[in-house]
């Protein structure tokens, strides 16, 4: 990973719930792989596991991304509805980091007013600009560019992510049908969701 000069930055306690959250997810359908984990299946696949871990990434990201925590929930809202829309594509150890630079990205474009282009956030994820920019764009066909996030449904999805934090670590739900993570799939997210948590 390329050096950046390293701020000191209080990290809000969604980074170790989302990071929790998006491991267990990944290391589920590790275990419950039903493809080949040495051949690359997509763009966000790596022929190996990285070695940083998703929480120090996640912390890394936040770092030196310059984003808020509201960020972090928009692109946690991204890979759940990423995760539905591709279903052939499940969260695992191969793609998360992949998934969590890209999203966390295309959420800092659609909530923030100033952002950094392609070519920093390459850097501070540890890939090159071009895999940044690919990734991003298959990302947001993956999305259907399905990107706004109403405030119904951001309220859910920190409802449920407080809901989560309670819990602690041991008990954490990493969705309602596992190993995907929880979603909401209509137009009226937050109905749905609601709805599924209360089966």
């Known amino acids: 990973m390329a050096e950046l000069e390293s701020p000191q930055v209080i990290m809000p306690r969604v980074i170790r719930l989302i990071s929790s959250l998006?491991?267990?997810?990944?290391?589920s359908n590790d275990l419950n792989r039903r493809f080949d984990m040495s051949r690359k299946i997509s763009?966000?696949?790596?022929?190996?596991r990285p070695t940083i871990s998703v929480q120090s990434y996640l912390e890394r990201i936040f770092r030196y991304a310059n984003c808020s925590p509201?960020?972090?929930?928009?692109?946690?809202?991204?890979?759940?509805r990423?995760?539905?829309?591709?279903?052939?594509?499940?969260?695992?150890s191969l793609n998360v980091h992949r998934l969590i630079i890209t999203s966390v990205l295309v959420s800092i474009k659609f909530m923030d007013d100033l952002s950094y282009n392609n070519a920093y956030y390459a850097k501070v994820g540890g890939i090159s600009t071009e895999e940044m920019n690919l990734?991003?764009?298959?990302?947001l066909f993956g999305l259907g560019f399905h990107l706004n996030v109403t405030?119904?449904?951001?309220?859910?999805?920190c409802c449920y992510l407080?809901?989560?934090?309670?819990?602690?670590?041991?008990?954490l739900n990493i969705g309602i049908i596992s190993p995907?993570?929880?979603?909401?799939?209509?137009?009226?997210?937050?109905?749905?969701?609601?709805q599924r948590l209360a089966v």
């Open 70 to 80: 509201s960020c972090l929930v928009v692109a946690y809202v991204y890979l759940d």
């Open 180 to 194: 995907k993570l929880h979603y909401c799939s209509s137009e009226d997210e937050s109905t749905t969701h609601q």
């Open 135 to 139: 990734l991003e764009l298959d990302f």
């Open 162 to 171: 407080q809901g989560q934090m309670l819990l602690g670590p041991h008990d």
């Open 151 to 157: 405030p119904d449904t951001f309220h859910t999805y």
């Open 82 to 92: 990423f995760a539905q829309r591709q279903p052939l594509l499940p969260i695992n």
């Open 22 to 27: 998006l491991q267990r997810v990944a290391e």
């Open 43 to 48: 763009v966000f696949h790596g022929l190996c």
